[in-house]
């Protein structure tokens, strides 16, 4: 694709854009170093999708911060509780994983994205060595009609020597050390998580469903030249049991606050800390008690912005429902029928990023 000239109206022939951003793994990065001023069509999202439209930011609101380094103490896991009820997000700090492997995984998510196109490309869903690697941009392309300004590493944690024969080169080290440091962190948030329930031990079992699998994708929202027209990752809720998110210090994230009005608070970085959102696995399974919050990221026009989720979620092939534990504490009536966790996730990659509906695929 030629570089447009200056203040060129873009309109790209849509096979030729697809070609480009999709299929040769230019991704919104090779959009946006042509120096683009201004958005091709076919990223320009529907009024109601723009952040700028009909919405109230809420700047005086937060999403609870909470520091963990005394995280035995009842009154940090009544806050990780009441975070999880309340807002389904919620910030830690002093959390255990050493800022140095923060960093690190930072780094290395720049040096993936900065790689060329070509060695980028090995990793799309067609060249890719293996299912569990895939370099992508936007969310689902084919489903969606309006596109969405981000490019994705994904990466789904098998074992070790996997991981070391078919993870890119340039991050995998980085990013499986993140994996393992966030291992505890992940084993007291659900402890915690669970007591609440009335789940008082979590055997090998309860582990497996709540933790069995992980997938760690590295998200890169490239600088665009009209973000208000677009979006970085349109309104979701993850399809995790718990999301552990490492973001820079740019911003640019929104969780939905409140049910009925059009509020968004932002979600500021804080230096050192980690984001913790409540995922719709965990929401089906506490019966609806735990909230997976929608969130939506927006596009910036002078930054390149980057973040690292780790989606601790069920094995593919677990069957999730409300907890016996849960439904047992008054009887409970159950919200969530029981669904296989990959049939689940499937419904989820297959459409475009549409809110809270997902989990309309369990609900009773
Ligand atoms: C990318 O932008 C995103 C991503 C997110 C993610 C939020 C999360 O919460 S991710 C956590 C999801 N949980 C898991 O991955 C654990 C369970 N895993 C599974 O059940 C399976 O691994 C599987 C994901 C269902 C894939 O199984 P497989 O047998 O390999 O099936 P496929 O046929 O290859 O894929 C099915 C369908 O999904 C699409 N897809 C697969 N992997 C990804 C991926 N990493 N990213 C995007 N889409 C993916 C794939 O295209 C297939 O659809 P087709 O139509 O092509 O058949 C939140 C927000 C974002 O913006
Ligand atoms: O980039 C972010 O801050 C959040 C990304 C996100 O919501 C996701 O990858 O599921
Ligand atoms: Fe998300």
Not at 63 to 91: H, L, R, T, Y
Not at 103 to 120: G, I, N, R, Y
Not at 206 to 233: F, H, Q, W
């Amino acid at each position: 694709m030629a570089p447009p000239s200056m203040n060129e109206t873009i309109t790209v022939d849509p096979s030729e854009l697809t070609d480009f951003v999709i299929n040769k793994g230019n991704g919104v990065n090779g959009l946006s170093q042509m120096g683009l001023k201004s958005l091709p069509k076919q990223y320009i999202q529907p009024l109601e999708e723009r952040m700028s439209m009909n919405i109230t930011t809420m700047p005086e609101e937060s999403i609870p911060i909470i520091d963990m380094s005394n995280w035995e103490d009842p009154k940090v896991a009544e806050s990780i509780c009441n975070a999880a009820e309340k807002w389904g997000f919620f910030q830690i700090l002093n959390h255990g994983v050493p800022i140095q492997v923060l960093d690190h995984v930072k780094d290395a998510t720049h040096k993936f994205f900065e790689l060329p196109a070509e060695e980028k490309s090995k990793f799309l869903k067609e060249n890719s060595p293996s299912n569990n690697v895939r370099f992508g941009t936007s969310f689902s392309p084919d489903s969606e009609k309006a596109l969405e300004w981000k490019d994705y590493l994904s990466l789904f944690y098998v074992c070790e020597d996997e991981a070391s024969t078919l993870w890119p080169t340039v991050c995998k080290d980085e990013v499986l050390e993140y994996m393992k440091r966030t291992e505890i962190l992940v084993k007291r948030l659900l402890e915690i998580l669970m007591k609440r329930l009335n789940v008082k031990d979590i055997d090998k079992t309860k582990e497996a469903l709540l933790m069995g699998s992980k997938r760690i994708n590295l998200n890169y929202y490239p600088v665009c030249p009209d973000p208000e027209l677009t979006v970085g990752v349109g309104r979701h809720s993850d399809v995790s049991t718990l999301t552990i998110l490492l973001q820079d210090y740019i911003g640019g994230l929104y969780v939905r606050a409140g049910t009925n009005e059009d509020s968004w608070v932002h979600v500021p970085p804080l230096k050192g800390s980690l984001v913790i959102n409540i995922g719709d696995a965990l929401q089906i399974m506490s019966n609806g008690r735990y909230k997976s919050i929608e969130h939506r990221v927006v596009a910036n026009a002078s930054k390149t912005r980057i973040s690292v989720p780790i989606f601790v979620n069920p094995r593919p092939s677990d069957v999730i429902g409300p907890l016996p534990e849960v439904l047992g504490i008054g009887g409970e009536k159950a919200m969530y029928k029981q669904v296989v966790y990959s049939d689940y996730v499937k419904h989820f990659f297959r459409k475009a990023h549409d809110g809270k509906s997902t989990i309309d695929f369990a609900k009773i």
